[in-house]
């Protein structure tokens, strides 16, 4: 893999390690998908989160999260990066915005975790 982005090659390689030592299959997939190119990479509105989550539910993003659409369940969303106003909607409808780094150290086992592309 040569990617330019120096974290994204070291998130890619903490999913990887992750997947492999907790038999967490969920991140083994989140690593294959940020290791295509860029322009495969999720783009997710939270229109989109809105629809297909769960209140009280982890949702991971492989890309980035934005911002159009209304959110008003409260859910813990995982991506690589967010927009500006994703953040702040998600904040509003009481959820969290975290990357995913956090959400692997939160939860390396990868339990309840939906994967929205």
């Known amino acids: 893999m040569s990617k ?8 890619v390689a903490e999913l990887k390690s992750a997947a492999r030592s907790e038999g967490a299959g969920v991140w083994h ?14 783009e997710v509105n939270l229109s ?6 769960n209140e009280n539910e982890t949702v991971v993003v ?11 369940k409260s859910v813990t969303i995982a991506a690589v990066d967010f927009s ?28 309840n975790v939906r994967v929205i592309r």
């Open 48 to 53: 989109r989160i809105e629809r297909y989550a």
């Open 84 to 111: 500006g106003s994703a953040k702040t909607k998600i904040e509003h409808a009481d959820g969290e915005a975290v990357e995913l780094e956090q959400a692997i150290e939160n939860n390396p086992e990868g339990t």
């Open 62 to 72: 492989p890309g980035k999260v934005l911002g159009s659409g209304a959110l008003d």
């Open 4 to 11: 330019t982005s120096t974290r994204l090659t070291s998130l």
């Open 29 to 42: 997939d989140v690593a294959d998908r940020l290791e295509k190119p860029r322009s495969t990479h999720a």
